[in-house]
């Protein structure tokens, strides 16, 4: 079955402290994963996915196939990086995109 | 564009009572999905839709039911609230390029059965 683990609910670091959110998955195929991140009082919205190999607001993540991983890292966290992550998987590429999502990870940045 | 739009914002219902979330999206998109958050949880998947007239059940959707009459409209039935039906409900819709499967998300409706 496909699922999404995120084991961390909770991260706070200080302010330009690396911050790594961590992310494991299990599924069969050939996985499609992304980074979603709600800012308080916004919509839940795409950070970054694995298939652009993209940075987007110092954030990367790398899919590692061995370890089954898809893990978030940003070396120097800001304030506004303080929200809720959540990592999914595209479990349907053929048929409607559906996506698992992680039970998420709260990130407080503090000054 | 106003993106994906729900309402009601927030709403409390009586156990056995039923009601319609509505979700409308005006950015042309086949995709349409419902989730739920329950409290420290992530979202699970309760409908979803690939276009006008064809919807499919997701992880958990005993107790909805969906509609697809248009590309734009998207709504969400609860039939005899229960409280276990108690939780955060996100519409979403997304693009069919191959290359973009993207979610837009909504700003969700806070259901409460009491």
């Known amino acids: 079955a496909q699922r999404v683990t995120q084991p961390e609910k909770l991260l706070s670091v200080f302010k330009g402290a690396p911050v790594e959110l961590k992310c494991n998955y299990s599924y069969s195929g050939s996985p499609e994963l992304f980074w979603y991140v709600q800012y308080s009082r916004q919509r839940l919205q795409l950070l970054l996915r694995?298939?652009s190999r993209e940075s987007i607001k110092g954030f990367t993540a790398d899919l590692n196939k061995g370890e089954t991983s898809f893990h978030l890292k940003k070396p120097f966290a800001q304030e506004e990086d303080s929200a809720m992550y959540y990592c999914?998987?595209?479990?349907?590429?053929?048929?409607?995109?559906?996506?698992?999502f992680g039970g998420g990870t709260r990130v407080l940045v503090k000054p | 564009n106003a993106g994906v739009t729900q309402t009601p914002k927030f709403r409390i219902l009586k156990i056995g009572q039923s009601m319609t979330l509505q979700c409308t999206q005006d950015?042309?998109?086949?995709?349409m999905y419902w989730y739920r958050q329950d409290p420290g949880m992530g979202l699970k998947l309760i409908y979803y839709?690939?276009?006008?007239?064809?919807?499919d059940k997701g992880e958990v959707p005993n107790g909805y039911n969906v509609s697809r009459s248009t590309t734009e409209d998207f709504p969400l039935r609860l039939e005899l609230a229960a409280p276990s039906q108690t939780s955060v409900y996100f519409c979403a819709s997304s693009p069919t390029r191959v290359s973009s499967y993207e979610q837009y998300f909504g700003p969700g409706t806070r259901l409460t059965v009491t």
């Open positions: 950015m042309n998109h086949n995709y």
């Open positions: 694995h298939i």
């Open positions: 999914a998987l595209n479990r349907s590429k053929a048929a409607g995109n559906k996506l698992t």
């Open positions: 839709s690939v276009g006008a007239g064809i919807t």
